[in-house]
């Protein structure tokens, strides 16, 4: 079974940038559809953003539209996030999560697999 492990998150001052990695570990990574997914404290699990199975589709959240960016490279088995101009608001535990849907989802329950989550937190 695939497992999934983020790294790269961390405290950074707003305005400023962090890229996030998830990677698996099994073989099977390109067959997933990937997105990542944000929580923060008493707030639900929202999604951020989501790439097809080979990179050529995206879709963002309109909360992060033109500061974020994800990307995959199949040959490391690593989708990729990458987060410029981070606000205070941006603050949470990021997660990737994997989904047999061939084009990018927004919705949490077309995910099948879950990493255990980085926490991101953004000072002002």
């Known amino acids: 079974q695939e497992q999934w492990v983020e790294s790269g998150g961390g405290l950074v001052q707003a305005g400023g940038s962090l890229r996030l990695s998830c990677t698996a570990s099994?073989?099977?990574?390109?067959?997933?559809?990937m997105g990542w997914f944000r929580q923060a404290p008493g707030l639900e699990r929202e999604f951020v953003a989501s790439?097809?199975?080979?990179?050529?589709?995206?879709s963002n959240a309109d909360s992060v539209k033109g500061r974020f960016t994800i990307s995959r490279d199949n040959a490391k088995n690593t989708v990729y996030q990458q987060m410029n101009s981070l606000k205070p608001e941006d603050t949470a535990v990021y997660y990737c999560?994997?989904?047999?849907?061939?084009?990018?989802?927004?919705?949490?329950?077309?995910?099948?697999?879950w990493g255990q989550g980085t926490q991101v937190t953004v000072s002002s």
């Open positions: 099994g073989g099977t990574f390109s067959i997933y559809t």
């Open positions: 790439i097809s199975r080979t990179g050529g589709v995206t």
């Open positions: 999560a994997a989904s047999r849907f061939l084009v990018p989802r927004s919705s949490r329950r077309e995910y099948d697999y």
